[in-house]
């Protein structure tokens, strides 16, 4: 029964895909729909390679994409997390794509983002790693219908065959914007906005957690996030961004 099954979301994908075939997310051309962009596109996309801080996910000068590295913001500042890892720079077109799937309705932009934040977060998982969303408050939610953070982490789970909780945490407190604020207002702004959801305590007790935002620039909300995981007696708490700030604010 269960080959059935495959067989026939294969058979329905399959056709699917032949009446609306899949569009590069940057030009709207013709692509593999397991790629999201076309060749032209995906070279104007800063996809992060190479060597990367182990604990935030930026490049950093190496050797090798096996060193392991600290950036100098991490060595000032260690994050609260065990490792962290980003799929892209947060410029060019990759923050145009972000935007997009924040505040555009680009809902399309998850499933390929989630192949991506894939191989970004393949040094983190264990297999008993659950995945967890950073959440949205209830207003917020209302105004913009969906939490782009968690349909990352349910594309994610879907490509590595991971558990994935969506509602592992929860927002209690409706806070502001935090473009234009520093490191240190960010993590005042933040501090007690988050909550371990009571239902799900026993999931993750005991557990590796991969928490997973849309974009990380002080680190400020992964931190406020990892924090709950830790009380909750969750570990290691590791996090990835689909895209990250490079510059330290």
Not at 198 to 203: G, I, N
């Amino acid at each position: 029964m269960a080959r059935v099954d495959r067989a026939l979301r294969s058979a329905i994908q399959t056709g699917l895909e032949i009446i609306y075939p899949a569009r590069c997310l940057g030009c709207g051309t013709v692509v593999d729909g397991t790629l999201g962009l076309c060749g032209a596109c995906w070279r104007q996309t800063p996809f992060i390679g190479g060597t990367v801080c182990d604990s935030c996910g930026v490049p950093v000068p190496g050797d090798s994409p096996h060193d392991v590295v600290t950036c100098d913001s991490c060595l000032r500042t260690p994050p609260p997390w065990d490792r962290g890892r980003a799929a892209l720079l947060y410029r060019d077109l990759a923050r145009k794509l972000v935007l997009g799937f924040k505040h555009g309705d680009r809902t399309e932009v998850a499933q390929p983002a989630g192949r991506w934040l894939a191989r970004a977060a393949a040094p983190l998982l264990t297999p008993d790693t659950l995945i967890a969303p950073i959440p949205l408050h209830w207003r917020r939610m209302f105004k913009r219908r969906y939490n782009q953070s968690a349909l990352l982490a349910q594309a994610l789970a879907q490509h590595t065959g991971h558990d994935v909780c969506l509602d592992l945490l929860t927002r209690t407190a409706f806070t502001p914007v935090l473009d234009g604020k520093s490191r240190d207002e960010r993590a005042q702004t933040l501090d007690g906005a988050l909550r371990l959801n009571p239902r799900r305590a026993r999931r993750v007790a005991g557990r590796p957690v991969l928490l997973v935002d849309d974009v990380m620039t002080s680190g400020a909300t992964l931190s406020e996030a990892t924090r709950v995981c830790q009380a909750a007696r969750a570990g290691p708490v590791c996090v990835v961004a689909l895209a990250r700030v490079a510059q330290d604010t």
